[in-house]
């Protein structure tokens, strides 16, 4: 299994551009789920997925899109970077529950300028 | 809402030496309780994590973390931390419906 992976590793874009965090796990769990990374706060969650279908919020949403059209996939759009969303990401999965331990990716650093 | 707190932003520890890494948190049900620690440049792994059952968890690589309701906390410890254990180290509740709360993180470094 090659576990949770994560593309690209590095980008930098300009105020205003798109892109999108690409996501996706091969082991077949029902819960993805995205956070950001900043310098003295932890990890904090932006959106996340019970299922194909469903997405959900977390704490940090605004200017994120995301959408679960598989199990396997869970991409993270940016609609238009600023550079308050300079910062690293991380994608997630668990099998389904609480209890259930969650693997992450290896993360994207993303500079926004 | 959940919170997570870990008092101490840095720790440094002697090659050798032993290892208590403090977490607090908030949530009025039975807490999902977690501890991960990530090497520089790299994502995170699971060290240990408590739900239910005996309140002393073992986990990877030595570490074990004590879960006391009383205290709301789930510190994390090791008697003889060695070099590789530098790291950030984030301690996460996971109750609510929807993911991880995390601490903000404790810098480990270890002098030799």
């Known amino acids: 299994n090659a576990g949770v992976t994560q593309t690209p590793k590095f980008q930098v874009l300009k105020t205003g551009q798109s892109m999108t965090l690409q996501c996706a796990q091969d082991?077949?769990?029902?819960?993805m789920s995205w956070y950001r990374q900043d310098p003295g706060m932890g990890l904090r969650l932006i959106h996340y997925s019970v299922g194909a279908g469903i997405t959900d919020q977390g704490e940090v949403p605004n200017g994120y899109n995301v959408s679960r059209s598989t199990t396997e996939d869970f991409p993270l759009r940016l609609l238009s970077a600023a550079p308050s969303q300079t910062s690293v990401y991380f994608c997630?999965?668990?099998?389904?529950?609480?209890?259930?331990?969650?693997?992450f990716g290896p993360g994207t650093r993303l500079t926004v300028l | 809402a959940q919170s997570v707190t870990q008092p101490d932003i840095h720790i440094t520890v002697s090659e050798g030496a032993s290892l208590e890494l403090r977490c607090n948190y908030s949530y009025g049900a039975t807490p999902y309780l977690f501890w991960y620690v990530q090497s520089p440049g790299q994502g995170l792994q699971l060290l240990l994590k408590?739900?239910?059952?005996?309140?002393l968890v073992q986990g990877i690589k030595g570490f074990e973390a004590e879960f006391k309701r009383s205290q709301s906390s789930f510190n994390l410890r090791k008697p003889s931390v060695h070099w590789s254990d530098a790291a950030e180290y984030f301690c996460?509740?996971?109750?609510?419906?929807?993911?991880?709360?995390f601490g903000k993180g404790t810098h480990l470094i270890i002098q030799p």
């Open positions: 997630a999965s668990r099998l389904a529950t609480r209890t259930d331990t969650q693997y």
């Open positions: 996460a509740e996971g109750g609510g419906a929807d993911g991880l709360t």
């Open positions: 082991m077949n769990h029902e819960y």
């Open positions: 408590y739900f239910s059952g005996d309140t």
